[in-house]
């Protein structure tokens, strides 16, 4: 497409581009082979009438309450999804931070065609008992190839709760072992544990942060403290949760007090330990969010993770990092964790959403002794498998954790630069890479934006009480930044 005619359509768009409209219009010429469109257009308001009647036909079969609008995935491309009403939205949530390449990526595309990968779209195994032949070399050429740093162990799973629940079956696993030093159980201990009781079912229990969140099986949610949805009508174990430090912003203004506070969460941890040591109930690890996302993006720095690893080790208990949102590269880093300069590797690292497939890595004394003790009909899907070997290779072939840092450190400073025009409306941007958030003054004031941002061709999501969080892809560019930063300040300066 010639740069006049180029030129010309990004004119003629219906929503304000302001000054990015020669970065947009160079940069999709560019873009092209990924049929990314030029911009939001909108036709009606969201969710549109052809969605309403969706949620109202699916309502009649399940409870549809949490559906935005119903999506034409066909015309979906790149960082832009379309609804079934023709809206085409800057998409900023990206299926709730899981999609890695954007959408209808051709590599995604090719794999799916490759005849030598239709066995594993056709036949779901029981990955446990019949893996296919090609099983091993898939891990290694996915999953291993990006492992975190020190662990060379992986297992997969599903989702992401259940890559978090039975990376705690793992910790307790091995907290018993040494219980027992690394004797095998007793008959007692096996029958017993299969009435609920000891000692085949020990007093064992994870440690977790006000704010987390988790998954939404039992163990998971045991560790999950977030909104009243999750919780409300299940029972939960008795286990301690910890405060996750509240920092102040801008970080480089309030360094002794930030630092202060996260001393006294450590404290609170090595507090909740002993607190139930003394009440019977042994802590067999900790587990931790690098960023609290569903809690309202809270960070924390690497002086806090540092010193949770301190607390495990001098307690010889486990530290379960949950990297299911933060994986895959949001942080300029493929894992999250790599930015605390941890001297040791953690003990468990779970992962899914942009990963395509669920699991956990691990330390080789996490892994199980016996066979069936992780395991269930699938643990995993090597369809997903397949898919997550193209995410691999185009991550490294296009370089995309640099242009992840780079488009992340733009992005940190528009939403600054925002902020400070704004001062009455946003509060402590903050980021990671391109994994972001901002504050409002209230629940109220950040829905109403997200709906408008929404009618205007931005969708993005919420987290905690009053912030919205920014997850887009990692082909994510600097001149989509500057569409995002337009339309947010006209709803900026139009808010009533």
């Not at 960082?79 to 954007?102: A, C, E, H, K, R």
Request: glycine content about 8%.
């Amino acid at each position: 497409m010639a740069l006049s005619r180029v030129l010309n359509r990004v004119r003629n768009l219906p929503l304000s581009m302001g000054h990015a409209r020669e970065r947009v219009a160079l940069a999709q010429v560019q873009q092209d082979d990924l049929g990314e469109p030029f911009g939001p257009f909108m036709k009606t308001e969201v969710p549109g009438p052809i969605s309403r009647q969706l949620i109202e036909e699916l309502g009649q079969i399940q409870n549809s309450q949490a559906v935005q609008f119903f999506v034409d995935y066909e015309s979906s491309h790149g960082n832009y999804i379309v609804d079934v009403d023709g809206n085409t939205m800057l998409d900023l949530f990206t299926q709730i931070s899981s999609v890695p390449l954007g959408y209808n990526h051709p590599s995604m595309e090719a794999a799916l065609r490759d005849p030598h990968n239709m066995s594993a779209f056709v036949n779901r195994p029981a990955l446990s008992c019949f893996p296919p032949k090609d099983w091993a070399r898939r891990l290694q050429s996915a999953l291993l190839s990006v492992a975190p740093p020190g662990l060379s162990q992986v297992q997969t799973m599903a989702c992401g709760t259940c890559s978090v629940e039975h990376g705690q079956k793992a910790l307790f696993m091995n907290y018993q072992r040494r219980m027992r030093n690394y004797e095998p159980p007793t008959d007692t201990d096996l029958t017993s544990s299969v009435m609920n009781e000891a000692p085949g079912s020990p007093p064992l229990a994870i440690l977790s942060f006000k704010g987390a969140f988790h998954g939404r099986t039992m163990g998971a949610l045991g560790c999950s403290h977030t909104r009243w949805h999750h919780k409300l009508d299940f029972p939960a174990p008795d286990w301690p949760i910890a405060s996750f430090p509240a920092l102040k912003y801008p970080l480089e203004d309030f360094v002794r007090e930030n630092r202060a506070e996260e001393d006294r969460c450590l404290a609170e941890v090595r507090d909740k330990i002993e607190m139930y040591r003394r009440k019977g109930v042994f802590v067999a690890g900790i587990i931790v969010e690098p960023i609290q996302a569903e809690g309202g993006d809270n960070h924390a720095t690497a002086h806090f993770f540092q010193g949770l690893q301190d607390i495990t080790e001098e307690h010889e208990i486990g530290l379960q990092i949950d990297e299911v949102q933060t994986g895959c590269g949001g942080t300029g880093k493929f894992w999250a964790f790599e930015h605390w300069n941890l001297r040791n590797p953690p003990d468990i690292v779970a992962f899914s959403k942009k990963m395509q497939t669920g699991g956990f890595y691990y330390k080789n004394e996490y892994e199980a002794q016996e066979p069936y003790r992780i395991f269930n009909t699938w643990v995993g899907d090597p369809a997903k498998v397949v898919m997550l070997e193209q995410v691999v290779r185009v991550i490294k072939e296009q370089d995309l954790l640099e242009n992840t840092k780079k488009t992340g450190n733009y992005l940190q400073s528009m939403l600054l630069n925002l902020q400070r025009e704004f001062p009455n409306m946003l509060s402590k941007a903050r980021g990671i890479g391109t994994f972001c958030a901002i504050d409002f003054p209230s629940t109220e004031v950040r829905d109403k934006v997200v709906l408008n941002l929404k009618n205007r061709g931005v969708h993005l999501g919420a987290c905690g009480t009053h912030s919205i969080r920014l997850r887009p892809t990692l082909i994510f560019q600097q001149h989509h930044v500057d569409i995002l930063m337009d339309i947010f300040q006209a709803v900026l300066r139009d808010f009533k």
